[in-house]
């Protein structure tokens, strides 16, 4: 286990509504980034945030949105959902800085169903 | 544009066979390339990494070959187990750019008995 928690584990929305996926880091990270995997993909970059801005993001709309918390936890917000949403929402945590490995580590992913 | 490229999309050995994977990348500032495994249900979860400094790196088992004037790496699964069975990705970052990575497709191995 990699100490990375994600909730909810399964979560079914419709079409339009909003969502809101929750991430806690490792202990000792200080930089979570998000991916959305497709099935039978491979996971997608969303974005990164490093103290608490968000410090890359890959080629996903502005309803796709972040925040990270003081204590490096993360949540990932999107908007106005799309069947093409559905997925699974990976978030992997690291350390970024003078002791930076490099490594992300990632947790079990929240499965989003968009009907 | 997919900027790293795996092959094959799927594998199937024989028990105490090699698994081999192969992907290729275009993007000559990745300087930073781990092998995940994903079982279904679950998040990848790290099996080893490589940096260019390197032509290759051994865990056990498994084993990371890097050629960087051919953009190419693989990873050998020595005497393979129906345990590795599993779905397995490369990945690759450009560590000036926030460590985003960029995966491959993903490789679906299976190991017989």
């Known amino acids: 286990e990699t100490g990375v928690t994600q909730s909810p584990t399964h979560l079914i929305k419709t079409r339009g509504q909003q969502v809101t996926l929750r991430c806690s880091s490792q202990?000792?990270?200080?930089?979570v980034s998000w991916y959305q995997q497709a099935l039978g993909q491979g996971p997608q970059f969303i974005f990164q945030?490093?103290?608490?801005?968000?410090?890359g993001r890959g080629n996903f709309p502005p309803r796709f949105s972040g925040l990270q918390f003081p204590n490096y936890s993360s949540e990932l917000n999107v908007n106005a959902l799309e069947l093409d949403d559905s997925a699974l929402y990976l978030c992997?945590?690291?350390?970024?800085?003078?002791?930076?490995?490099?490594?992300?580590?990632f947790g079990p992913g929240t499965r989003l169903t968009v009907l | 544009q997919q900027q790293v490229k795996q092959s094959p999309q799927s594998l199937i050995v024989q028990k105490g066979g090699i698994s081999i994977i192969n992907c290729a990348y275009e993007?000559?500032?990745?300087?930073?390339f781990p092998w995940y495994q994903q079982f279904p249900g679950k998040g990848p979860a790290l099996l080893i990494a490589?940096?260019?400094?390197?032509s290759e790196k051994k865990e056990g088992r498994f084993t990371i070959s890097f050629n960087k004037s051919a953009k190419q790496f693989s990873l050998h699964i020595m005497d393979s187990q129906p345990g590795d069975s599993a779905t397995y990705f490369c990945?690759?970052?450009?560590?000036?750019?926030?460590?985003?990575?960029?995966f491959g497709t993903g490789t679906r191995l299976q190991v017989t008995l």
């Open positions: 992997a945590s690291s350390l970024v800085g003078a002791s930076s490995t490099d490594t992300q580590y």
């Open positions: 202990s000792g990270h200080n930089t």
């Open positions: 945030y490093y103290r608490e801005e968000e410090n």
């Open positions: 993007n000559t500032a990745f300087d930073y």
């Open positions: 490589i940096r260019p400094d390197v």
């Open positions: 990945a690759a970052s450009d560590t000036g750019t926030a460590s985003k990575l960029t």
